[in-house]
């Protein structure tokens, strides 16, 4: 069998290794746009925060490691067309047009930061770095520019925010909606970090709309927004990325905001042809189909594609779209519905506030939780967390448990371990509302 895999990146890569395990025999081929393999998009971060020295050690598996499992990896190779009746693909490979026929096809191309809606944005003034070239670009732009804006207030543009305010960059950060992070958070979770970034000087420009962008002689960048404007050194762009798929043929359908429609075991229209990552969308929260690109999902809807490829065993659960950073002093973590993302469901909804103490110690830290809940049931539907202490893992054990359904007693009754050092008397994710500091109900 000869499985041909568009797209080296995360998708990509578990889907390979998942084939080799599932099938030690198979012919597995890598088709990668890019002249270099395994970077990780947000390592220009990684560099600025100063937990990496080189741009090139922000990579996640090298060519090597993916040969010693036997996976024929081809850097450089552009896909241009594919034929999906006769099962062959053409694409760009050192300058010459090349051939591969398929028996099975995992289409994992990921996403490009563009945004179709802002004039401008295409301009290479205009800094993305998602992948490892863009990266190097905008380190040395931003390293030689005093003002930065930076257009999204999602989780790559408040990082970015916070990781150049601490390089004494002065930072503009442009969002539409009425708070930073609103997909993740509700307005009260998030008003912390608010409060932090305009203590640090952040320029936090809330409900505003990019509509275009220019770049004058001087290469300064002016960001228009309706009748106000921002002038800067550079501009970075954080909007919400985006599939490119111009080399389908007309077999394979798409759903209106041009990802590949698949079914629950990611296969598409097309028989033999897969789909996985930010190609497609995937069930979320509110159990609509939505388009949620992170790591995480790309990962396992690669794996789960891999485990299909024969015949169809396996379904994709959907994405809770989890997430978990550090910014401006807080650590931040989300799983699940929001309250803000219940009023546009059917679903009636309670929620829970409270803060709790972190260990058992006369000194120890708090972290605030909400949780939003099944109003007639009271199954767990999404939890968010903040504290100034590294809480992030604890995100994983509330998203199992949405993902399994657990009730609001079925946390009063989770298991878990006591040491008065690292824990309080009742574990931080544990539903008691005696251990609470403080509780707010609400009903929505």
Same mark, same amino acid.
């Given at each position: 069998?000869?499985?041909?895999?568009?797209?080296? $990146?995360?998708?990509?890569?578990?889907?390979?290794?998942?084939?080799?395990?599932?099938?030690?025999?198979?012919?597995?081929?890598?088709?990668?746009?890019?002249?270099?393999?395994?970077?990780?998009?947000?390592?220009? @971060?990684?560099?600025?925060? !100063?937990?990496?020295?080189?741009?090139?050690?922000?990579?996640?598996?090298?060519?090597?490691?993916?040969?010693?499992?036997?996976?024929?990896?081809?850097?450089?190779?552009?896909?241009?067309?594919?034929?999906?009746? !006769?099962?062959?693909?053409?694409? %760009?490979?050192?300058?010459?047009?090349?051939?591969?026929?398929?028996?099975?096809?995992?289409?994992?191309?990921?996403?490009?930061?563009?945004?179709?809606?802002?004039?401008?944005?295409?301009?290479?003034?205009?800094?993305?770095?998602?992948?490892?070239?863009?990266?190097?670009?905008?380190? /040395?732009? /931003?390293?030689? $520019?005093?003002?930065?804006?930076?257009?999204?207030?999602?989780?790559?543009?408040?990082?970015?925010? %916070?990781?150049?305010?601490?390089?004494?960059?002065?930072?503009?950060?442009?969002?539409?909606? %009425?708070?930073?992070?609103?997909?993740?958070?509700?307005?009260?979770?998030? !008003?912390?970090?608010?409060?932090? *970034?305009?203590?640090?000087?952040?320029?936090?420009?809330?409900?505003?709309?990019?509509?275009?962008?220019?770049?004058?002689?001087? !290469?300064?960048?002016?960001?228009?927004?309706?009748?106000?404007?921002?002038?800067?050194?550079?501009?970075?762009?954080?909007?919400?990325?985006?599939?490119?798929?111009?080399?389908?043929?007309?077999?394979?359908?798409?759903?209106?905001?041009?990802?590949?429609?698949?079914?629950?075991?990611?296969?598409?229209?097309?028989?033999? /042809?897969?789909?996985?990552?930010?190609?497609?969308?995937?069930?979320?929260?509110?159990?609509?189909?939505?388009?949620?690109?992170?790591?995480?999902?790309?990962?396992?809807?690669?794996?789960?594609?891999?485990?299909?490829?024969?015949?169809?065993?396996?379904?994709?659960?959907?994405?809770?779209?989890?997430?978990?950073?550090?910014?401006?002093? @807080?650590?931040?973590? $989300?799983?699940? *519905?929001?309250?803000?993302?219940?009023?546009?469901?059917?679903?009636?909804?309670?929620?829970?506030?409270?803060?709790?103490?972190?260990?058992?110690?006369?000194?120890?830290?708090?972290?605030?939780?909400?949780?939003?809940? %099944?109003?007639?049931?009271?199954?767990?539907?999404?939890?968010?967390?903040?504290?100034?202490?590294?809480?992030?893992?604890?995100?994983?054990?509330?998203?199992?448990?949405?993902?399994?359904?657990?009730?609001?007693?079925?946390?009063?009754?989770?298991?878990?371990?006591?040491?008065?050092?690292?824990?309080?008397?009742?574990?931080?994710?544990?539903?008691?509302?005696?251990?609470?500091?403080?509780?707010?109900?609400?009903?929505?």
């Amino acid at each position: 069998m000869k499985v041909v895999i568009i797209g080296a $990146s995360f998708a990509g890569v578990a889907a390979a290794l998942e084939v080799r395990k599932k099938h030690p025999h198979a012919e597995i081929i890598l088709l990668e746009k890019q002249s270099t393999l395994g970077y990780i998009p947000n390592g220009l @971060h990684l560099y600025w925060e !100063q937990k990496i020295e080189h741009l090139d050690e922000a990579r996640f598996i090298t060519k090597e490691q993916l040969e010693t499992q036997k996976v024929q990896c081809h850097l450089g190779a552009t896909v241009q067309k594919i034929n999906t009746t !006769q099962k062959i693909l053409h694409y %760009d490979y050192s300058e010459q047009e090349e051939l591969i026929s398929y028996d099975k096809l995992i289409i994992a191309t990921g996403s490009r930061q563009l945004s179709e809606k802002i004039d401008g944005s295409a301009h290479e003034s205009v800094l993305k770095y998602k992948r490892y070239g863009e990266a190097q670009a905008a380190l /040395v732009k /931003v390293e030689e $520019s005093q003002h930065v804006t930076i257009i999204g207030g999602g989780q790559v543009g408040v990082e970015a925010a %916070d990781l150049l305010n601490k390089k004494q960059k002065q930072v503009t950060l442009i969002e539409s909606m %009425d708070y930073v992070l609103f997909k993740y958070l509700d307005e009260e979770m998030i !008003q912390p970090i608010e409060q932090k *970034m305009i203590e640090e000087g952040i320029d936090l420009k809330l409900r505003q709309t990019v509509s275009s962008i220019e770049t004058n002689e001087e !290469q300064k960048v002016t960001v228009h927004l309706g009748e106000d404007s921002v002038t800067s050194d550079a501009v970075i762009m954080g909007v919400n990325v985006r599939p490119n798929l111009h080399f389908l043929d007309t077999q394979v359908e798409l759903h209106m905001d041009q990802t590949i429609a698949v079914d629950r075991y990611l296969k598409t229209s097309v028989k033999d /042809v897969f789909a996985v990552g930010d190609c497609i969308q995937l069930s979320g929260p509110g159990e609509d189909m939505v388009y949620i690109p992170l790591i995480n999902n790309a990962v396992r809807t690669g794996i789960v594609a891999a485990a299909n490829l024969m015949e169809p065993t396996v379904t994709f659960n959907g994405s809770l779209r989890t997430i978990g950073t550090s910014i401006f002093g @807080h650590y931040i973590a $989300s799983t699940g *519905m929001t309250e803000a993302e219940s009023l546009f469901t059917n679903q009636k909804v309670k929620t829970r506030r409270q803060t709790v103490r972190l260990n058992s110690l006369p000194n120890s830290e708090t972290v605030t939780l909400k949780w939003v809940y %099944d109003a007639d049931t009271e199954v767990i539907l999404g939890a968010q967390m903040i504290s100034t202490a590294n809480i992030l893992e604890k995100i994983n054990t509330l998203a199992l448990a949405i993902q399994t359904k657990q009730t609001l007693e079925d946390l009063q009754q989770k298991d878990y371990f006591f040491h008065p050092a690292y824990s309080p008397m009742v574990s931080t994710t544990n539903l008691v509302s005696w251990m609470e500091e403080r509780i707010d109900e609400d009903e929505s």
